[in-house]
Nanobody, 128 residues
Framework: QVQLVESGGGLVQAGGSLRLSCAAS????????????MGWFRQAPGKEREFVAA????????YYADSAKGRFTVSRDNAKNSVYLQMNSLKPEDTAVYYC?????????????????WGQGTRVTVSA
């Protein structure tokens, strides 16, 4: 089993920055963190969970939702079993619970059902 724990959320003013972290532990299907595609999703109050960003197992390919492009950066450190989401120029509409997720089988990175393991989320609140 894979466990994912997010951290780094909080309250920030519009225009500010936050860096979210996701620490992974455990193994699944005999494979370790360094072989997983990792994704970030978010869920705002009253809305469905949506894709934010993803990064391939090597860290060489990154993908972003249109809302995140140019403001957010996803990265990973396989030696630390961690993935990060640097969020700059935050807006009130970025307010949500942010989740990291692991995809072991290289499915569509933007689809919720592609991911096999999820963290419990970290809350980000952006004030106007």
């Amino acid at each position: 089993q894979v466990q994912l724990v997010e951290s780094g959320g909080g309250l920030v003013q519009a225009g500010g920055s936050l860096r979210l972290s996701c620490a992974a532990s455990g193994r699944a299907s005999g494979r370790s963190f360094s072989s997983y595609t990792m994704g970030w999703f978010r869920q705002a109050p009253g809305k469905e969970r949506e894709f934010v960003a993803a990064i391939d197992w090597q860290g060489s390919k990154t993908y972003y939702a249109d809302s995140a492009k140019g403001r957010f950066t996803v990265s990973r450190d396989n030696a630390k079993n961690s993935v990060y989401l640097q969020m700059n120029s935050l807006k009130p509409e970025d307010t949500a619970v942010y989740y990291c997720a692991a995809d072991l089988y290289y499915n569509d990175y933007a689809t919720i059902n592609s991911y096999d393991y999820w963290g419990q989320g970290t809350r980000v609140t952006v004030s106007a």
